[in-house]
Every structure is written in structure tokens, then in C-alpha cells.
Antibody, heavy 122, light 107 residues
Framework: EVQLVESGGRVVRPGGSLRLSCIAS????????MNWVRRRPGKGLEWVSG????????DYAGSVKGRFIISRDNAKNALYLQMNSLRPEDTALYYC???????????????WGQGTLVTVSS | SFELTQPPSLSVSPGQTASIPCSGD??????ICWYQHKPGQSPVLVIS???KRPSGIPERFSGFNSGKTATLTISGAQPMDEADYYC??????????FGGGTKLTVL
């Protein structure tokens, strides 16, 4: 059974940093691209970032480019999102999602985690 | 920037067919996927690559892309189908794009 478990979300002040983690199980992690998608309060789904199977290709939404960094550790079946210079508008539930398109840095998402909540507030 | 447009809401009676449209420029150049998102749950992929239904998704869910509009159709909608539905596409130049979502009410 495919499982994606996110962690790391918490309350952080504007300008602060946070690292989200996603631990995968139930599939061969390094066969798949992975992504982060968020849902802000009262808003729709928004893609944040994607990374290909070996970490050599990454892509970001314009709203986070230059502030967020996606990475992965295939030995630990782990996906990460380093979030810097956080803003109140980054407040959201952040989902880790598996991407079935080989070697993409963002396509579509066949399995999702339960999400981890990030709140940016003073 | 590339955009996908959906109506904010749609309401149908149980047993009726719900058709959720998704419009965008030159949609025929893209694959469209659809997700169901219920409150407190993770999003679920219900249609991939315009028409493919993943394992475990009921047959009443179907998708079509005419090139001008993509449509998610729920034939014989049930109260359990109440959710937000999102269309989504991707491309090297556009990256990943979601539609704004449609809140489906079945009552």
C-alpha cells in the first residue's frame, strides 16, 4: 500500500524558515517524481514544487521561487521542502504527492499524503 | 500565464448527471486530470490523461477533452460525490496548473 506521511508543519513568524518532510513507503521511491501541493484557507489547490527521480530536475511555482527548495533522499525514502522567508500568504495545508510520469519535475499526482499544516503568523 | 477556468459551484439532484467543465486556451495541446477533494481528506485522482480512470474509481466518473473544453462527468451522482473538483494540467512551459475548483452539491 502506498503511503506518504508529511511532518514538520507548525506556527512560524513571518520571515522565518521551516523544513517539511514526507516519508514514503509501499513503492520504489526512486522510481518516481515527487511534488508538494498546498491548499490555502478558503482557496483551491496550488502546486508548489516538483522534483524528478534523482533530484537533478526541479521546478517551482512563481509564488515560491527563490524562497523554497525541494530536495529528496532516496536512501531514506524522503522528500523535503525547505521554506525560507515565509509570508502570511504561505499559510496552508501542504501535501506531498507522487507523480507517475517518469523523470518529470511536475506532471500529475496519483497518491497524496494527509498533509501538514503551516501557519505563518506573528 | 496559462489558466484553467471552472465554475465555482454546481448543484444536482441524486441520480442526475453532473458535468463539470474546465476551459483554457488550446486545451487540445494538453492532458487534463481531475481530482476530488472532500473536507478533511486528501485529494483523490479520479481521471488522468483526459479519459483514464484509475483503479478503484467508480465507473460513473468519466472524462473528455474536446480541445476547447474538458469535462468531468459523474453519471448518476450520489450524495457521497459531494466534494470540490479540480481540473489540472502540466507542460514544460506552463509547469503545473490547477483550475480554481468547482464545489459540487448533490441534494
Amino acid at each position: 500500500e502506498v503511503q506518504l506521511v508529511e511532518s514538520g508543519g507548525r506556527v512560524v513568524r513571518p520571515g522565518g524558515s521551516l523544513r517539511l518532510s514526507c516519508i514514503a513507503s509501499g513503492f520504489i521511491f526512486n522510481d518516481y517524481s515527487m511534488n508538494w501541493v498546498r491548499r490555502r484557507p478558503g482557496k483551491g489547490l496550488e502546486w508548489v514544487s516538483g522534483i524528478n527521480w534523482n533530484g537533478e530536475k526541479t521546478d517551482y511555482a512563481g509564488s515560491v521561487k527563490g524562497r523554497f527548495i525541494i530536495s529528496r533522499d532516496n536512501a531514506k525514502n524522503a522528500l523535503y521542502l525547505q521554506m525560507n522567508s515565509l509570508r502570511p500568504e504561505d499559510t496552508a495545508l501542504y501535501y506531498c504527492a507522487r507523480d507517475p510520469i517518469y523523470d518529470s519535475s511536475g506532471a500529475y499526482f496519483d497518491y497524496w499524503g494527509q498533509g501538514t499544516l503551516v501557519t505563518v503568523s506573528s | 500565464s496559462f489558466e484553467l477556468t471552472q465554475p465555482p459551484s454546481l448543484s444536482v439532484s441524486p441520480g442526475q448527471t453532473a458535468s463539470i467543465p474546465c476551459s483554457g486556451d488550446k486545451l487540445g495541446d494538453y492532458y487534463i486530470c481531475w481530482y476530488q477533494h472532500k473536507p478533511g481528506q486528501s485529494p483523490v485522482l479520479v481521471i488522468s490523461e483526459d479519459t483514464k480512470r484509475p483503479s478503484g474509481i467508480p465507473e460513473r466518473f468519466s472524462g473528455f477533452n474536446s480541445g476547447k473544453t474538458a469535462t468531468l462527468t459523474i453519471s448518476g451522482a450520489q450524495p457521497m460525490d459531494e466534494a470540490d473538483y479540480y481540473c489540472q494540467t502540466w507542460d514544460i512551459s506552463t509547469s503545473v496548473v490547477f483550475g480554481g475548483g468547482t464545489k459540487l452539491t448533490v441534494l
